[in-house]
């Protein structure tokens, strides 16, 4: 009896999510979160490179303006991140629109990444994505 090893078909994508943001004048202005890995596949170890961009919106409204940042990296693991910044100024601060963070994963597995944006226990964006890793040499995979 002979077995067919058939491809897997794993679809990597980049998540959007919408965050409402009040403008100045009380009316709302939307800003989206996206996240993007790369390689999306590969083989282990593997370091994946993780950037989340901040788009639309208004220029510095001040829930996007220095939020506390946690990725979940789709082991079981989380990190995060603050900045001390100086007291939000309107029409002065400046949001960040760009996140980047690597993370090499060691065993083969498919991991779902999420990235969020908080203000305390808030999440005011989040985005996600999903990562294949393949068994490497160290596993017995070949890496090929």
Same mark, same amino acid.
């Given at each position: 009896?002979?077995?067919? *090893?058939?491809?897997?078909?794993?679809?990597?994508? %980049?998540?959007?999510?919408?965050? =409402? @943001?009040?403008?100045?004048?009380?009316? %709302?202005?939307?800003?989206?979160?996206?996240?993007k !890995?790369s390689? *999306?596949?590969a083989?282990s170890?593997?370091? %994946?490179?993780?950037?989340?961009d901040l $788009?639309?919106?208004?220029d510095?409204?001040?829930?996007?303006?220095?939020?506390? %940042?946690?990725?979940?990296?789709?082991?079981?693991?989380?990190?995060?991140?603050?900045?001390?910044c100086?007291?939000?100024? =309107?029409?002065?601060?400046?949001?960040?629109?760009?996140?980047?963070?690597d993370?090499?994963?060691?065993?083969?597995?498919?991991?779902?990444?999420?990235? +969020?944006? $908080?203000r305390k226990? +808030?999440?005011?964006?989040? !985005?996600?994505?999903? @990562?294949?890793?393949?068994p490497?040499?160290r596993?017995g995979?070949?890496?090929?």
């Amino acid at each position: 009896m002979s077995q067919f *090893a058939l491809p897997l078909l794993f679809v990597v994508g %980049v998540s959007t999510i919408v965050t =409402a @943001v009040t403008g100045a004048e009380g009316d %709302v202005k939307k800003a989206s979160l996206s996240i993007k !890995a790369s390689p *999306a596949i590969a083989f282990s170890p593997a370091r %994946v490179v993780l950037t989340a961009d901040l $788009k639309g919106g208004d220029d510095n409204p001040e829930d996007l303006y220095c939020p506390a %940042v946690e990725w979940e990296w789709g082991d079981g693991t989380i990190s995060n991140e603050s900045a001390d910044c100086e007291p939000f100024e =309107a029409g002065k601060s400046e949001i960040k629109r760009r996140y980047v963070m690597d993370r090499v994963y060691r065993t083969s597995g498919d991991y779902r990444v999420a990235l +969020k944006l $908080k203000r305390k226990d +808030k999440v005011i964006a989040t !985005a996600s994505t999903f @990562v294949k890793i393949r068994p490497g040499v160290r596993e017995g995979g070949g890496g090929q």
